[in-house]
């Protein structure tokens, strides 16, 4: 295993790819990274240093917790000031601040808040507790979602009514369309998500680069893959070569993950959603479909998910869709920082504002 890993850290060869993009010439290029492991990964080795000013690595929204809007973040809130009420969520989300305070404070004030590490712990909890009503929290992309799916399967074939879910489910396909047709970001190139991917497949990405005319690469997360798909990225932008390639095939096919999307269109359906910092795109998110609707906690418990503004000052919706940098906001390191986060992009171990703290860009 180490010598596998190894080989995608492999310095000399790192460095030949550094030679190459360093000799391009063209006219600027602005790449965007979608997911937010990549913009881990691409802060965490330095990799937007090594390569020339003519190229721009710009920061998608692909975070899950990051796109996830204040207004959902104040629904839980008020969910959990209900007695008898569990709300269970990823670690993640306790710490987003709504608008008058967050999970975490809930919690220490005496709510029912707990951490769990997958829907099913939320399910175990919903078994061992029958005289409560166990929420989950459920935020994510195509990668989380089918297991949260099979969760609520589950708790449907049980026969156990006093689960549910919160929904915030989002899809990538139209949030790429429209960041792709947004002319004023006017991006040269997706270096797509490597998980989604896996799931969903590499055709809608195609699609984006034959009909949107937009070049991608599905990369994998070690260094060497990010930098050779970014070097075939713009070898065949350069080219005129607006395709599609799958640079990270030992995970990811055309078709994707079948028996997960079956899982997923099983119990969620399409619906709109409301992306922070973004708005609301059409057929970009997941509601549970008839036959589950009564797992619907917004349902069950005449919660309204009304708009609520964002944090004064913060700049997240522009950091989501590549228009600013983490830098370019005015609380970036003075009154936000992962200790104290003011938006939800310095709260996730995936927001692109945690990733320029941690690694000082
Ligand atoms: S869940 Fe996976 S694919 Fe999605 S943003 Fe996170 S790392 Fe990227
Ligand atoms: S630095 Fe903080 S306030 Fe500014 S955009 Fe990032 S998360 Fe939002």
Redesign the pocket.
């Known amino acids: 295993m180490a010598n596998y890993i190894d080989e995608f850290r492999d310095k000399e060869v790192i460095q030949k790819i550094v030679d190459n993009l360093s000799n391009y010439s063209g006219p600027n290029l602005k790449i965007m990274e979608v ?4 913009t881990m990964a691409i802060s965490r080795y330095g990799l937007r240093s090594l390569l020339p000013k003519s190229i721009e690595l710009v920061s998608g929204p ?3 917790v990051c796109v996830t809007p204040t207004s959902y973040i104040d629904s839980a809130l008020q969910l959990s000031d209900k007695k008898d009420i569990i709300i269970t969520t990823f670690g993640d989300m306790m710490r987003i601040p709504g608008n008058e305070s967050t999970l975490l404070y809930k919690k220490a004030i005496g709510n029912n808040v707990q951490m769990v590490y997958s829907p099913l712990n939320a399910l175990d909890l919903a078994r061992e507790n029958p005289d409560k009503e166990v929420v989950f929290l459920s935020v ?2 195509e ?2 979602t089918p297991v949260i799916a099979l969760t609520v399967y589950k708790a449907k074939s049980e026969g156990l009514n006093n689960f549910s879910v919160l929904t915030a489910n989002k899809t990538m396909p139209e949030a790429i369309k429209t960041l792709a047709e947004d002319s004023e970001l006017d991006i040269d190139g997706f270096i797509y ?4 991917s896996a799931i969903i497949g590499t055709d809608f990405f195609s699609n984006v680069a034959y009909n949107m005319k937009k070049a991608g690469v599905v990369a994998g997360f070690e260094p060497l893959d990010i930098l050779y798909s970014i070097n075939i990225l713009v070898k065949n932008i350069s080219n005129g070569n607006i395709i599609l390639e799958n640079m990270y095939s030992r995970i990811v096919t055309k078709e994707g993950n079948t028996k997960a999307q079956q899982k997923m269109y099983e119990v969620f359906q399409a619906a709109d959603a409301v992306w922070r910092g973004i708005g609301n795109i059409k057929n970009s998110g997941l509601e549970l479909n008839a036959e589950y609707e009564r797992f619907d906690a917004a349902k069950k418990f005449d919660i309204k998910i009304k708009a609520s503004p964002e944090p004064k000052g913060c700049q997240c919706g522009e950091v989501l869709k590549g228009k600013k940098r983490p830098i370019d906001c005015k609380l970036f390191k003075t009154r936000c920082t992962p200790e104290n986060p003011v938006g939800a992009c310095m709260v996730s171990s ?1 927001g692109t504002c945690a990733a320029y703290y941690k690694y000082g860009e």
């Open positions: 997911c937010g492991t990549h692909g975070c899950p994510g992309f990668t989380t998500p490597g998980h989604v995936e």
